[in-house]
């Protein structure tokens, strides 16, 4: 059995980080959260970012999702440098290019799965005819389609999710960034919500994992250790379920 | 710009929800601003309503009037200068006349000559006292608005021959009167008898001025045969144009002059007074305690604000991982800013609309219940006082909605 990714033409490169490091003075102390990492995240790749709690793996996700800047180092989205952005221009690129799911979901709980999902789109400025379709759309895409003037309250742990995957990806954005998508839902509903991810994986979309759940890293086709802020290693692998077919 | 007109509709959105689903904290909050916009709005009321009936006492006195009188109006310091001046007397009506229609051009159309006194009047079992007798020619109806419920004023002959002619009040004539109607009917007035030939229509008086309601009008020939001891009088003169009531009042002093032959190196012994006189000494007094009133009653306004501002606070906080998320999504700055600032204003224009509701209703029964209290409740107010709302939405907000904008956005995705 081939690598699939070997025989996949490699993407434009999305990001491309150089020795980014980020620092926090907490009171007398300065803390360490990132000590120079380097990493190029091309179109089109499952990337899962792993590691212990202080490894900096959360920190690394805030830069990537244009949250935060880092202390020094560049990082390049699309070729736009993101680290001298103010808040502003960072609120639009994430507006523009990066789908968040939460761990915990996130959505406004008085709002319907329709007006959740049109959320991204008003801060991009669309009209409300273009909005409510394009958001009825990518509920249907996660297969919603019947859920969508439910309430967040009204709606299973993993439908939940599904709204919040399908607000990420109503504006076509470069990167999905997942922080623990599967931490609040039991295992049966974690692997509905993976094997969504990787449909959309085949779909073409980019997908960056944070996790500290090796089987859900499994999904990915790569997958970064970070530790004590640094890259610990980064290897390209075959999937889990992949393998297993492989040997049948 | 677009972007900006959706962002405002959904925080039009996100205000109303908000104030749905916290209710009962929505609307103790609104009672702030509603206790606010009653005060103020009552105060506002109020004060409209002075400056009406102010104004309304000071129509009677007519702003294109100017009265000849033996001291000027407005108080003086020095008195002394004013005590020895010769009275006025009501025979200087017939040479100013005679001048102002011999004068081309003349500022001035007709003097009239009034002379008042203080007498009781009586009707059968009925007395009024300490109501003003004023003596005056058939020429008064040009000088000064005279409407009547009923009858009509005296004519020239009945001035020329001294008839016993009078016209009532509405006051008077409701106390002499209180059953029938006066018209053609015999009043006393300090043992002398008069027939009724009219009725004023009501005024309504305030500060106790002028009122015309409390007043008898009788021909001056009359009054001079019966009441001229102890009458005070003077000329009332009107001016062909109010906008040149300067150039009026130099010609009216020219005319008086020669009518009262004053050589040229004395000063005037007499004053041309007009209702501006009297506005220039109110007005201050009036103004300070309008000023006064908005002044405390704002401060009822400013405590509603502080609670707005405190909820707005409160919210800012509940919603912090909320901010969060609209900031990942792509919320800006002026976005998460504009969102909390129309939820305080949205609250303060609830407010302000309940508040006026009230203030209405309390104007609507107040008019109803002292009908002689001046009140008006006009749509400028209500714009005032929604202006007033919004602008205190703004201000209590502001400091919340800040903060909230400038939250970072990692630290409040992690806000539990």
Request: net charge neutral; aromatic share 8%; charged share 20%.
């Amino acid at each position: 059995m081939l690598n699939t990714d070997t025989i996949r033409p490699r993407g434009p490169i999305v990001i491309n980080i150089e020795n980014i490091t980020k620092h926090y003075v907490m009171g007398e102390e300065t803390v360490h959260a990132l000590r120079g990492v380097t990493l190029q995240i091309h179109r089109n790749e499952y990337l899962a970012i792993m590691g212990p709690s202080g490894s900096g793996k959360s920190t690394l996700m805030n830069m990537l999702g244009c949250l935060d800047t880092p202390s020094s180092g560049s990082y390049e989205f699309n070729g736009k440098d993101v680290s001298a952005m103010n808040d502003d221009e960072l609120a639009t690129i994430r507006n523009h290019e990066i789908g968040f799911v939460f761990q915990t979901f996130n959505l406004l709980p008085r709002s319907t799965s329709l007006r959740n999902v049109e959320l991204p789109l008003i801060y991009a400025g669309i009209d409300p005819e273009t909005r409510e379709e394009r958001a009825a759309q990518s509920l249907r895409d996660v297969g919603l389609g019947d859920r969508m003037y439910h309430k967040p309250n009204e709606l299973s742990g993993g439908q939940r999710q599904r709204v919040a995957i399908a607000r990420a990806l109503v504006n076509n954005p470069s990167i999905i960034l997942a922080d623990e998508p599967t931490g609040n839902l039991d295992s049966r509903t974690g692997e509905e919500i993976m094997s969504l991810l990787e449909n959309l994986y085949q779909n073409g979309n980019t997908i960056i994992l944070v996790t500290h759940e090796a089987d859900i890293a499994a999904h990915a086709r790569r997958t970064i250790h970070l530790r004590d802020g640094v890259v610990e290693s980064d290897a390209t692998s075959e999937p889990a379920e992949f393998q297993t077919l492989a040997f049948t | 710009m677009k972007r900006f007109i959706y962002e405002v509709n959904e925080s039009w959105k996100i205000a109303f929800a908000q104030m749905q689903s916290n209710k009962t904290r929505s609307m103790l909050t609104a009672l702030g601003v509603i206790i606010g916009i009653v005060a103020v709005t009552l105060m506002g009321t109020a004060i409209t309503g002075i400056q009406t009936g102010f104004d309304k006492s000071m129509s009677i006195l007519g702003d294109d009037v100017l009265y000849v009188s033996q001291f000027p109006w407005a108080r003086v310091n020095d008195w002394w200068n004013y005590r020895d001046r010769r009275e006025i007397k009501t025979d200087y009506a017939e040479p100013l006349n005679r001048m102002i229609a011999a004068t081309p051009n003349s500022n001035l159309i007709i003097a009239v000559p009034t002379s008042n006194v203080v007498r009781n009047v009586k009707q059968g079992d009925y007395q009024v006292s300490g109501i003003f007798i004023q003596g005056t020619t058939a020429d008064y109806p040009l000088i000064s608005v005279v409407d009547f419920d009923e009858g009509r004023f005296f004519n020239d002959l009945e001035t020329r021959t001294a008839a016993n002619v009078c016209l009532l009040g509405y006051d008077v004539a409701d106390a002499l009167f209180p059953s029938q109607s006066p018209l053609g009917k015999e009043v006393q007035i300090a043992g002398v008898q008069f027939r009724v030939l009219g009725i004023g229509a009501r005024q309504g008086s305030f500060l106790g001025l002028f009122s015309l309601d409390s007043i008898v009008i009788v021909p001056l020939p009359t009054f001079k045969k019966f009441f001229s001891a102890k009458s005070e009088s003077d000329i009332r003169v009107k001016v062909r144009d109010k906008l040149k009531l300067a150039d009026a009042k130099d010609e009216l002093t020219g005319l008086m002059r020669r009518v009262r032959a004053l050589p040229p190196e004395k000063k005037n012994d007499f004053n041309i007074n007009e209702q501006q006189a009297f506005k220039s000494t109110l007005d201050p007094v009036k103004n300070s305690i309008a000023l006064a009133g908005l002044f405390i009653t704002g401060l009822s306004l400013f405590v509603g604000a502080i609670g707005i501002m405190n909820i707005t606070f409160v919210s800012v906080k509940e919603r912090t991982k909320e901010i969060g998320t609209r900031k990942a999504l792509g919320a800006r700055r002026r976005t998460i800013l504009l969102q909390f600032l129309i939820e305080s204003t949205s609250l303060c224009i609830l407010g302000g609309l309940i508040g006026l509701t009230f203030a209405y209703a309390m104007c609507f029964g107040i008019a109803r219940a002292f009908p002689s209290f001046p009140i008006q409740f006009s749509f400028g107010l209500v714009l005032i006082g929604m202006f007033v709302s919004i602008f205190t939405g703004l201000i209590s907000g502001f400091a919340p909605a800040w903060s909230a904008s400038r939250l970072d956005p990692v630290t409040a995705l992690r806000y539990e």
